[in-house]
């Protein structure tokens, strides 16, 4: 299996959360590496119309023109139903437009007519994953963990399984796992971050959190990030800290000074800092003018 990592994004806000939900794995778009098929004398003029059309279909996959490799490839199905290749092509097609339930079948067509293609047997996973079909998934991945050394990737897609189940405990033994493979591998330490908050762990949160910002001080993403574990956890102390040090790597931001400004305003009042926060929003405000 040739699988291309995807870092996940989350989005940020000055707003502490109450819950979070895990991300998934980013869905896998495969990559075509067919080779071009060895000449077969004993093809007929239909099986090799049929391969031909195929490799026009990859063409245009290629060229992210979905509609047309996916119409290519099922006249070549149509042509020779044998053609695994030209199945596959199709579950591409599905995958690439978000349309896991006509992927879903597709790729089952494709595997029973190719058993042994691992990276069919991954992607047809990843589709009943994302459809909830969680054991339909589980016993592809299972199956994959028992055919090949372990992977990444397909750790993640079953981590994320266990964590639509409802099985967090689950989901970090397997993402250890996968720590262990790729221990600086950013996807792993996401998905990590996301059980952690699944759980309402947020101490755990920001430990995973702080190297990731102390290796890029300046990404408001993960500063957000540590502050909404901190105040969702309710270490004040430390919330605080970190909201000032934005207020400093976030020079023109607002949104640490108004939440600084809440805090020293009524949950723990400070007349001299509160002027100071409110004094820098009036400025801020007079400058957008």
């Excluded at 042994?116 to 459809?131: I, K």
């Excluded at 969702?232 to 102390?237: E, L, R, S």
């Excluded at 605080?240 to 949104?255: C, F, G, I, N, S």
């Excluded at 800092?273 to 405000?285: T, Y």
């Amino acid at each position: 299996m040739k699988l291309i990592p995807s870092g996940l994004f989350f989005a940020a806000s000055a707003t502490p959360l109450t819950s979070q939900v895990a991300p998934v794995p980013a869905t896998p778009v495969p990559k075509p590496a067919e080779p071009a098929e060895p000449m077969d004398p004993e093809r007929t003029p239909t099986q090799i119309e049929a391969r031909s059309l195929t490799q026009q279909a990859i063409y245009w996959f290629e060229k992210q023109e979905w509609k047309r490799a996916a119409e290519l490839a099922a006249k070549a199905e149509k042509l020779d139903p044998t053609h695994d290749l030209s199945v596959r092509v199709q579950g591409w097609c599905a995958v690439a437009t978000g349309d896991d339930e006509k992927a879903e079948t597709l790729l089952t067509r494709a595997l029973n007519l190719e058993p042994a293609n691992l990276d069919v047997q991954f992607l047809l996973a990843t589709c009943h994953r994302r459809l909830e079909q969680w054991e339909a998934a589980k016993d592809l991945l299972a199956d994959l963990l028992k055919k090949q050394p372990p992977m990444v990737a397909v750790l993640l897609e079953l981590s994320a399984c266990l964590v639509g189940e409802a099985d967090p405990d689950g989901a970090l033994v397997l993402l250890a796992q996968a720590r262990v493979l790729a221990p600086k591998e950013r996807e792993v330490i996401d998905a990590v971050i996301a059980v952690h908050e699944q759980k309402e762990d947020w101490a755990a949160a920001a430990a995973e959190v702080r190297p990731l910002l102390a290796a890029s001080p300046g990404d408001p993403v993960l500063r957000w990030k540590l502050i909404q574990c901190l105040l969702n956890g309710q270490d004040w102390k430390a919330a605080v800290a970190e909201l000032e040090e934005a207020t400093r790597v976030r020079a023109e931001d607002p949104q640490p000074h108004q939440i600084l400004a809440e805090r020293f305003e009524s949950v723990a009042p400070d007349p001299t800092k509160l002027e100071l926060h409110r004094g820098w929003l009036k400025a801020w405000n007079l400058r957008r003018r």
